[in-house]
Structures are given as C-alpha cells and as structure tokens.
C-alpha cells in the first residue's frame, strides 16, 4: 500500500517545522545565556589577540534604560575574578543600578605605558589601550550602557591604567576613581603630550600605604638612567586638578579628623577629590567581619555613591586599634566557578622582596591558570631594611636566638588573611597550601611548625632551618606533615652547607642549618626511614650544567611524606624560571623541572582535616 504523495509532502512540512522550532528555541536558549554573563567568561579578539573578561549586570536592570558602566582593572599579579571577590562590586552594582565589566591583563599587568618608560618586567607587545576601547565599544553596542557615563578604577597597576585610559581618550569618558596609587611621572610625560579634557577624579588613599606611601618616592635602576620617580599623593591630585581645569584656591576641606577629605570644583562640572584614610594601607577598604585591614572605611560604597552623582562624603566608622595593614594580591583563574571550591597556594617572597616579585619569580598563576586553583601573593612587612627596600618574614618569632625588632605574629596574619579571602571567594577548606622561596622558605618552615594543621602541605625552596625551631615544633607537638622541600648545592644565599660561626669551645654555632640536617630532620619528624630514600635523577636537557635528583623517603607515617629535590649546580633561584633572578645570586637556573608544576603536583594529593573528618 502506497502512501498518498500530497500526504507525504505534509509529513515532510510539518518534521521541518517542528525541527526549525526546535531549532528556534535552542536559539533563544542560548540567547538567553549570553544575557545572563555573570560569572560567564567572555572574549574578545583584539589585535588578533583573544582577551577575556567578565561581565555583571545590574540585577534590577529592565534591559532598556541604559545605566552606568564601571571598568574594574585588577592590580598587579591579579585577575577578574580576584577584583570582583576583593571589591565586591557587583553587590555594588545591583544596589545602585550601574554595570561592571572586569577585564583580564594578559600576563602580570596591563600596559599602563612602563613600556614606553623602558620600564620591565617584559612580557611582550600588548594593546591594552586599543583592547579597553574595544571593549568599551562592544559593550555600549550590545548591552544598555549609558556611553555618557563610564568610569574606570582600579589599585595599583589598574589604577595606573585607568589614568591611561583616561588621557588617551580625551572627552569620552566620564572619570575615574583610584585606589592606594600615586602617579609615575612617566605618565605625567605621556599625558602631557596628549589633550586635556576635565573628567571626575576621586582619589582614596591610605596614610600607611607602604606601596605607594603619601610622600611618594623614587624606584632605582639598575643602569645609567635616573631613578623612577612615583609623586606623592598631594602632587597626583594638583597635577590632576590642573588638568582637570581646577582652581587651586578653590578647594574645601570637608572631614579632617576622622580622614582628610578635599575637593575642588573644576571644569565643566567636574570635581576632583582625594579622600585620605587614617590607619589605612595598600589596599581595597571593606567593611564586614574581615579580620585584617579594618579601618571603618568601605570604598566601595564611596566609588558607587561618587560615580551616581550622590552624597559620596562617608566619614569613616571608628576602628578600635586598628591593626597594623596588610597587603597581598590574589590570582584567581579564569575556570573559577563560585558555586565549586577551590584550592588555594599561598607563595611568600624572599627578602628583600614583595608579593609582585613573588609572582614573577614563581610563574604560580600560570600554573594556577592550567590546573585551577588560587595564588595568593602576600607581602611581608619592612622591619630591618631601609625604606622601599622591599618585605621580610618575621619567622623568628620568639627565637631566644635572634633579637627581636617586632613581635608581628605572621603565621596568624596568613591563618587571618585565607579566612578574609574565603569571605568573598569560594576557597576549599580542605585544599590550603604554603610554599615560599628563601625568606619565604623560612617562613614556610616557621608556620609548619605553628600551625601544622591551617595547611594541607608545605613546600620550602632555598631555605633552611634556623635555631630555635625544632624547639617551636616540639612545644607545639607537631606531628607529621607533608613536606616538599628544594635547593640548589650551589646556592650563594642559603649555603648547602650552612651559615655558622665558630663557639667558645670550638664548635660551629649554625645560624641556617645545612641542607642535609633540614631534610633529615623532617624526615625524621614525619617518621620515615631514614637510611633506605629511593633516589631518582631526571634526564637532564642539557640547557645547564645542572642536575635534579628527587630524594624520596620511604615508610613515612600516614600523612608524612617527605620529598627532597636536589638541584646538583644550583644557586639561589627558582627551577624552570631562568632570567629573573639576578645572575650574580640566581647562578645556573635547571630548566629540567618547574618548580611550580612540582610543587602544584606534590600538593594536589592532599586534603586536611576539618573538624575530625
């Protein structure tokens, strides 16, 4: 029996509808997910070049009226994600009713102009003005922004770009407001060549900011150039407010106890303003049950009320004590899900250095970036070395073998500062980790012996015991930890065979222990056998005159491994990160492992304890 072909035509007709609506809502399905971009990374292709960023809308938005639009640049060795979760505005953003785009450098910053300046690190060509305007572009095209009304902000390296932005576009956009920076006055020389047209200028600063401290200071150079001069606060602001068309007799003190707040009307109804925090450091002010850097201050609140032309004057809260600032920055991957865990790797600096240079030194948030997890970058605090030199560790806390300059606990200031970062990112508590490099290293040392149980594992590079500390781990019973630890036998810094002088009777006195003696003292510790390590070399590549070796002891207790890797030729540096250390300390630098990648492996294996379970 054959079927009619008039019906067989409407058969086919009505499959073909039903499939192109099938289709048609399949469309509007995923329309609807591109609407809803919180939290969604998304990109952008500039310059041949795919950027990404994210995206938050206001939740109280019809879709219709367009509303203001905040540029977010993270600071230094940060991301998107980071500078949302530090920030918090997006909570912002529904309560006022403006839009936030958060942008992602490529690498450590983006280029505020250090390239033109001959400023390092370098990591290449990259178009972050082009890029920005692009995005700006693309923004206002597709979504209700008001073009009329955008601002850009940021700490540091984003506050610096966002000054950029400002200069290189001329007219375009509304202001910006700053955060815990002063200007280079290589942006001053960029700026200058470039018209001028007044935008509303909001600088909120901190009188203990040791980054961008308010006397501004000047950053030396390694060649025969002049040093690198950053303005103090008050110059930044006059220097604004002569471009921005102010009157210098014109300004009004508004608030001189509780904070320092001025103002002046400028051109073409624009203000520029600085408000001065007491007790204040480098960084973000939030208010909440934060532990470190409470100073009654929320900056947040004072951007929002500043760019929707509201009463944006909040005299701060009063802080009983305040505790001495903190700084650190944080790394939080693109794969970042709020709704899912995630580990986090504290890195300390060695001395004298900083969290930035932690980053560059390491390369963790590359790793970070491939495996998915936090990099957290603290910076120590300056207690012996002259000003702007760079931070320390202050692992010898009550060390009846050192004299103490201060009684700063920091094993507490990094339990309190994971504790800070979890309240606005979702941190698996289970998966904390600590590593650090030379100074860092110790510190890794100290806070394994302090708190064995705020991480989930340890990993000291270029590093070494110190005295005292075997005696801070048997009064705080520490038992068994997971323990990676790295050195190079050539290491000018930390010898391999320790720094002593010689006692009353003859006998060395060790100020840092020999390499040997820290690893045989944790294997010991952790219960291994001793005297049967398994002992495996890497094929070398041939690029150094080094060799790697991972010693590895056997039958550990349960929790206690214990992992060495020699670096045979090695100096002072970090394995498969070749030409950021100075060579005279770096020495040869083995590209046969990543230290980072290692340290990453040896650390995913392990979970802490949570309440017994």
Not at 158 to 187: D, K, Q
Not at 297 to 317: C, H, K, N
Not at 527 to 538: K, Q, S, Y
Request: glycine fraction near 10%.
């Amino acid at each position: 029996m054959h079927t009619p072909k008039r019906f067989l035509k409407l058969l086919f007709l009505l499959i073909f509808l039903l499939a192109l609506s099938l289709n048609l809502s399949i469309f509007a399905q995923d329309d609807n997910e591109e609407a809803s971009t919180d939290n969604a990374l998304l990109t952008l292709t500039h310059d041949g070049v795919e950027r990404t960023y994210h995206l938050h809308l206001p939740a109280n938005s019809n879709g219709t009226t367009p509303v203001p639009l905040v540029v977010a640049l993270h600071q230094f060795a940060s991301s998107g994600f980071a500078m949302e979760a530090e920030t918090g505005l997006s909570d912002a953003a529904d309560e006022y009713g403006y839009a936030v785009v958060y942008p992602n450098a490529i690498g450590n910053f983006f280029q505020d102009g250090r390239d033109i300046a001959g400023i390092g690190p370098d990591e290449g060509e990259k178009d972050d003005v082009g890029f920005l305007s692009e995005l700006v572009d693309e923004l206002t095209e597709n979504y209700p922004i008001d073009p009329d009304q955008i601002y850009f902000t940021g700490s540091d390296n984003g506050a610096l770009m966002s000054m950029r932005m400002i200069c290189e576009n001329p007219g375009r956009f509304a202001g910006f407001v700053s955060f815990g920076t002063s200007i280079w006055e290589y942006h001053t020389q960029i700026c200058d060549e470039l018209e001028a047209e007044p935008v509303n200028t909001l600088f909120i600063h901190g009188y203990e900011d040791s980054l961008y401290p308010i006397g501004g200071r000047s950053v030396p150079t390694n060649d025969e150039r002049p040093d690198y001069l950053v303005l103090s606060v008050q110059d930044t602001v006059n220097w604004w407010a002569l471009r921005n068309g102010c009157d210098p007799a014109d300004v009004t003190v508004l608030e001189e106890s509780l904070a320092r707040i001025l103002t002046a009307p400028c051109s073409e109804n624009t203000t520029t303003a600085l408000y001065l925090v007491n007790g204040g450091g480098h960084n973000w002010y939030r208010e909440g049950d934060l532990i470190v850097n409470r100073v009654g201050v929320d900056a947040t609140d004072i951007l929002s009320r500043f760019i929707m032309g509201q009463d944006w004057v909040i005299l701060p809260e009063a802080v009983t004590e305040p505790a001495e600032p903190r700084t650190w920055r944080t790394y939080v991957p693109t794969s970042y899900n709020p709704d899912e865990p995630m580990p986090l790797v504290v890195a300390l600096h060695g001395r004298p250095g900083s969290g930035v240079g932690m980053a560059l030194i390491t390369g963790m948030s590359e790793i970070a970036e491939e495996y998915g997890f936090i990099a957290v970058y603290p910076d120590g605090m300056n207690d012996s070395m002259p000003a702007n030199a760079g931070f320390e560790w202050n692992y010898v806390l009550g060390s009846p073998y050192f004299m103490q300059s201060t009684d700063r606990d920091d094993t507490q200031f990094l339990i309190d500062m994971m504790a800070d970062i979890s309240q606005g990112l979702n941190v698996d508590q289970r998966r904390l980790y600590l590593t650090g490099f030379s100074n860092g290293g110790f510190m890794t040392h100290r806070a394994a012996c302090d708190a064995p149980t705020a991480f989930a594992a340890f990993a000291p590079v270029g590093s070494a015991l110190f005295p005292g500390l075997e005696t801070i781990c048997d009064e705080n019973n520490v038992g068994s930890v997971p323990i990676l630890m790295m050195h190079g036998t050539e290491d000018v810094s930390i010898p391999w065979q320790g720094t002593s002088n010689t006692g009353p009777n003859g006998q060395p006195i060790y100020y840092t222990s020999p390499v040997q003696v820290q690893v045989g003292s944790w294997a010991i510790r952790n219960g291994c056998d001793v005297d049967n390590p398994v002992i495996t070399p890497i094929e070398s590549n041939g690029e150094t005159n080094t060799q790697v070796s991972i010693v590895d002891f056997n039958d550990c207790d349960e929790g206690g491994e214990t992992i060495f890797y020699m670096i045979e030729g090695g100096g002072h540096n970090w394995a498969g990160r070749p030409g950021i250390i100075g060579d005279a300390i770096a020495g040869q630098v083995n590209t046969d492992i990543n230290a980072s990648e290692v340290i990453w492996q040896f650390f995913s294996q392990y979970e802490r304890d949570i309440n017994g379970e």
